[in-house]
């Protein structure tokens, strides 16, 4: 066998693993996506009881794909899963320093400030909030379980060390992170350009996730990061009537509104891209370099 029937043999094999890489994070994606629809259309009754079942079974679901995914990984791709203390401090509190900056923009521009309506229901509210907590650790224990564990490890699988490869295997799921969210129409079909910004920002967000896990080799960090970012938005459903609410999320953006919600997370995929090339590594190593100069 010649260098050329080589070289097309391992290019043969090279997109046999990125076609299995994508069509299994394709499958994990619909059902983690899909599924929970026919949840929705379970009749659990009225009540506190009732929205407390509901959420239970979201949130067992989820745990359910995670669980999944990490088998898969640890079974099938042999690789770590990254559920350990190694690098927690590095992934949550350095990476994760702007997206906790992001939490903090998330619950500001999410609560309804304007609100001159009936007294807030504190009682209700303090019973609500821990439920949203638990709803929104939920989404981040299921979606970086999906898009982070097993999306990065598959496409790792895929490209192996080859040049560029690295950054695909967190590009590639990020973007099908990103494009998971047109989901939302389904639901709301209204909030057209929401939604297309959505897009946008979530494939920044997904992105600097999969960077976070790649780099630091654990996905506690961002589990957690990602359900205090979300809770962020959610913690404001705790103060107000549920109409009002209702009339927030079910009135779409502008065409200007929608560019400043895609664009808004630049920033956070720039840092994301520092992180991933080492860049704040190598100026830190120049600066070392230049010391030891001066000294000698």
């Known amino acids: 066998m010649n260098m050329g029937e080589n070289t097309l043999k391992t290019k043969d094999g090279r997109c046999g693993r990125i076609l299995f890489a994508t069509s299994v994070l394709l499958i994990f994606?619909?059902?983690?996506?899909f599924v929970p629809r026919l949840f929705d259309s379970v009749d659990y009754g009225e009540g506190w009881g009732a929205f407390l079942l509901?959420?239970?079974?979201?949130?067992?679901?989820?745990?359910?794909?995670?669980?999944?995914?990490?088998?898969?990984?640890?079974?099938?791709?042999?690789?770590?899963?990254?559920?350990?203390?190694?690098?927690?401090?590095?992934?949550?509190?350095?990476?994760?320093?702007?997206?906790?900056?992001y939490c903090v923009s998330n619950f500001f521009s999410s609560?309804?400030?304007?609100?001159?309506?009936?007294?807030?229901?504190?009682?209700?509210?303090?019973k609500l909030i821990p439920v949203y907590f638990i709803r929104c650790l939920g989404i981040g224990i299921g979606e970086e379980a999906v898009w982070r564990v097993l999306g990065v490890n598959l496409y790792v699988y895929a490209f192996g060390e080859r040049k560029g490869g690295k950054f695909l295997a967190v590009f590639i799921p990020s973007v099908i992170f990103g494009l998971a969210h047109l989901n939302n129409l389904i639901s709301t079909p209204t909030l057209v350009y929401s939604t297309?910004?959505?897009?946008?920002?979530?494939?920044?967000?997904g992105f600097y996730f999969a960077?976070?896990?790649?780099?630091?080799?654990?996905?506690?960090?961002?589990?957690?990061?990602h359900a205090l970012f979300d809770f962020?938005?959610?913690?404001?459903?705790?103060?107000?009537?549920?109409?009002?609410?209702?009339?927030?999320?079910?009135?779409?953006?502008?065409?200007?509104?929608?560019?400043?919600n895609a664009t808004s997370n630049i920033p956070l995929f720039i840092f994301a891209l520092l992180l991933f090339f080492n860049v704040?590594?190598?100026?830190?190593?120049?600066r070392k370099e230049k010391e030891e100069e001066r000294k000698e």
């Open 111 to 126: 609560f309804p400030f304007s609100y001159q309506g009936e007294e807030v229901n504190y009682s209700l509210a303090v």
């Open 196 to 205: 297309i910004s959505q897009v946008f920002y979530a494939t920044m967000i």
């Open 29 to 33: 994606t619909a059902f983690y996506l």
């Open 211 to 225: 960077v976070s896990y790649f780099k630091t080799g654990n996905v506690i960090p961002c589990i957690i990061l």
């Open 54 to 101: 509901s959420n239970a079974v979201s949130f067992a679901f989820k745990v359910f794909v995670a669980v999944l995914c990490f088998l898969f990984v640890k079974k099938v791709l042999r690789r770590d899963i990254g559920i350990t203390k190694k690098n927690f401090i590095l992934g949550f509190f350095i990476y994760g320093s702007v997206m906790l900056l």
């Open 232 to 260: 962020a938005y959610y913690v404001c459903r705790g103060f107000y009537p549920k109409e009002v609410l209702e009339e927030v999320i079910v009135k779409d953006t502008t065409l200007l509104g929608a560019f400043i």
């Open 280 to 286: 704040f590594g190598k100026l830190k190593n120049q």
